[in-house]
C-alpha cells in the first residue's frame, strides 16, 4: 500500500487528523487577515486595468520576420516620445502594441514607424484601431450582475439540496473569500485585469462551488449517520469529514492545477496568446485559493453556525459528561 493510500486511510478512519474545526479561531483570524490585506492592495499598488477598461490606442503588426518586442517599442516612442507601451507577441510573427489614446496624426505616424521597423508594407499588415472604456464598462456591469445571479441561486440550490440555509451561507462566504483573494493575489503580482481575467475569475467560483459541496456532502452523511447517540461532538464530526475528504481535495486541485499550469505556460512562454494566459492565470491562482477556503473557512464556518443549536449543544455536553466519567471511573 501506497504512502498517499496509508495516509488517506488514516485520514478516513480519524487515526490522523487535522485540526481544521478546533483551530478555526486561529483559521479565521488568517482569513480575515487575507481578505483585509486583499482589499488593502489598491491603495498599496494600483490595480492595473487592460486597454479595454481604461481605453486606448491598439496597434497589430502581422508577417513579420522578428516579432522583437523592443523594437516596437523604440519604434513608437521615436515618433510620440510621451507615449506608454504594451507590447505583446501574437502568435509566431505578429505583435500587438497598445498606447494611450492617440490623435489621428499620432495613429498616422505610429503605424508608419511600425511598418518601417519590421519592414513590413503599413497598408496590408498594420492596422490601427481605437478602443473606448465604455467597453471594459459593460463587461464590468455584465460580471457583476452574473456574480449577483450565480450567487442568489447557488444560495438557494444549497439550501434546497442541503435542507439547511446554513451550509448555504457558509458556501456563500467562502466563494466571496475565494473571490477577494484571489483578485487580491491577482493585483499585487501586478497582473493586469483584462476582461479575459474577469471570466477566469467567474470560472472560479464554479470550481470552489463544486469542491465545497462535495465536503458539504460528507459533513450531512456523517452528522446525519452519528445521531443523538453518538460518541462525538458535531464539531468533531464535521473535522472528521473535512479529514476524511482531505485526500480527494488535494488531488482533485493537483488535477485541475496541473492543466491549467500547461495551458497559463503554452499560452504566456510559447504562443504569446495573451487572452489565454489571463484566463489561465486567474484559474491556476482561483483554484488554489478555493481549495485552502474549503477546508479552512467553509467547513468550520458551517460548525460555528450549527454548535450554537439547542439539541446540539445537549448533545456536546451529553457527550463530554461521558467522557469525563470515563476518565473518573479509569
Do not use: C
Request: without cysteine; hydrophobic residues 50%; charged residues 15%.
Amino acid at each position: 500500500m501506497g504512502v498517499m493510500s496509508r495516509f488517506g486511510n488514516n485520514l478516513y478512519s480519524g487515526k490522523v487528523s487535522f485540526p481544521f474545526v478546533p483551530m478555526r479561531r486561529l483559521w479565521f483570524i488568517i482569513a480575515g487577515a487575507l481578505v483585509v490585506l486583499s482589499a488593502l492592495v489598491p491603495f498599496i499598488r494600483p490595480v492595473e486595468f487592460s486597454i479595454e477598461f481604461t481605453g486606448g490606442s491598439q496597434f497589430t503588426v502581422s508577417d513579420v520576420a522578428h516579432p522583437d518586442q523592443t523594437v516596437a517599442t523604440d519604434a513608437v516612442v521615436s515618433v510620440v516620445p510621451h507615449a506608454s507601451t504594451k507590447v505583446t507577441t501574437v502568435g509566431s510573427d505578429g505583435v500587438r502594441v497598445q498606447t494611450d489614446q492617440m490623435t489621428p496624426d499620432e495613429t498616422q505616424a505610429v503605424s508608419k514607424a511600425l511598418a518601417q521597423a519590421f519592414n513590413v508594407d503599413v497598408d496590408k499588415h498594420v492596422t490601427a484601431s481605437f478602443i473606448g472604456p465604455s467597453w471594459g464598462a459593460d463587461v464590468t456591469r455584465q460580471s457583476l450582475w452574473g456574480l449577483a445571479i450565480f450567487l442568489a441561486l447557488t444560495f438557494l440550490i444549497l439550501a434546497l439540496y442541503f435542507r439547511t440555509w446554513k451550509m448555504s451561507v457558509a458556501a456563500i462566504i467562502g466563494l466571496v473569500d475565494v473571490l477577494v483573494i484571489t483578485i487580491g493575489i491577482y493585483a499585487a503580482a501586478g497582473f493586469e485585469i483584462s476582461p479575459a481575467a474577469v471570466i477566469g475569475f467567474l470560472t472560479i467560483l464554479a470550481y470552489s462551488l463544486y469542491d465545497v459541496t462535495v465536503v458539504f456532502d460528507k459533513i450531512r452523511e456523517n452528522t446525519h449517520e452519528d445521531g443523538e447517540h453518538a460518541n462525538r461532538t458535531f464539531g468533531e464530526s464535521v473535522n472528521l469529514a473535512v479529514n476524511q475528504t482531505l485526500v480527494r481535495s488535494i488531488n482533485t486541485t493537483v488535477v485541475a492545477v496541473l492543466p491549467v499550469g500547461a495551458i497559463l505556460f503554452i499560452g504566456a512562454f510559447w504562443l504569446g496568446a495573451e487572452t489565454l494566459s489571463d484566463i489561465s492565470l486567474s484559474i491556476f491562482v482561483g483554484i488554489i485559493v478555493a481549495a485552502y477556503s474549503t477546508l479552512f473557512v467553509a467547513a468550520p464556518l458551517y460548525s460555528l453556525f450549527r454548535e450554537g443549536e439547542p439539541a446540539l449543544k445537549a448533545h456536546d455536553a451529553k457527550v463530554r459528561k461521558a467522557r469525563a466519567q470515563a476518565a473518573v471511573t479509569a
